[in-house]
């Protein structure tokens, strides 16, 4: 019993609360985490690449190299006490060398711009403006993808729903510096969508 209660207060540092250690239950150590932090990883390569089954893959990969580079501490039973910020760092560096190594990637995604012109108005959709908009958020992931390493995470973190302070622990921040390289990446992205504009 006592054993147990030194896990439960272990998980409540790792995890934040009595509530996060309670939904996930009181597994293994890397169960836990990897109960309590999946959806966010998927949430955060998604954001990054706009695909379901892409941002899977990378939660995976990222929870597969987290065992491989904590198996000591998690056979010992430890909780890694900075394991959610590694976590939402990985996630997002992962999914940033995805999208830069995308060898075809401008043929799905003419292909995609293809297959939506083809299809019929449905109600007030509007195939032109639909195929508009994949183009766009196309646009946007590849000027992304151009950006420094830094102000491509801290955009895909903070608009994946971290906090200031998630973000900030992922990046290795102070907190108040969250808001400075978020302005900073924001008007880097809108540098990059202009100069990628043809005129």
């Not at 054993?3 to 250690?21: E, F, L, N, P």
């Not at 990897?34 to 941002?55: C, N, P, Q």
């Not at 808001?179 to 880097?188: F, K």
Request: aromatic residues 6%; positive net charge; proline residues 3%.
């Amino acid at each position: 019993m006592e054993a147990r209660s030194t896990m439960a207060v272990r998980m409540i540092g790792a995890y934040g609360s009595v509530r996060d250690v309670q939904d996930v239950g009181m597994a293994d150590p890397f169960e836990c985490l990897f109960g309590a932090e999946y959806a966010t990883v998927v949430a955060i390569a998604s954001r990054v690449l706009a695909d379901a089954h892409e941002a899977e893959d990378v939660a995976q990969e990222v929870f597969v190299q987290f065992h491989r580079t904590y198996a000591r501490d998690l056979r010992a039973g430890h909780i890694v006490p900075h394991a959610r910020p590694w976590l939402h760092a990985a996630a997002v560096h992962t999914a940033l060398n995805v999208i830069r190594g995308r060898r075809r990637r401008a043929q799905r995604e003419q292909a995609e711009f293809g297959a939506h012109e083809r299809l019929h108005s449905v109600g007030d959709d509007d195939p032109a403006h639909m195929a508009e908009q994949k183009e766009r958020r196309a646009e946007v992931r590849a000027a992304l993808a151009r950006l420094p390493t830094r102000s491509a995470a801290v955009l895909a973190l903070r608009y994946s729903g971290l906090s200031y302070a998630e973000t900030a622990a992922a990046l290795g921040v102070n907190i108040g510096q969250v808001g400075t390289l978020l302005r900073r990446a924001e008007a880097a992205l809108r540098k990059e969508m202009t100069h990628a504009t043809p005129r």
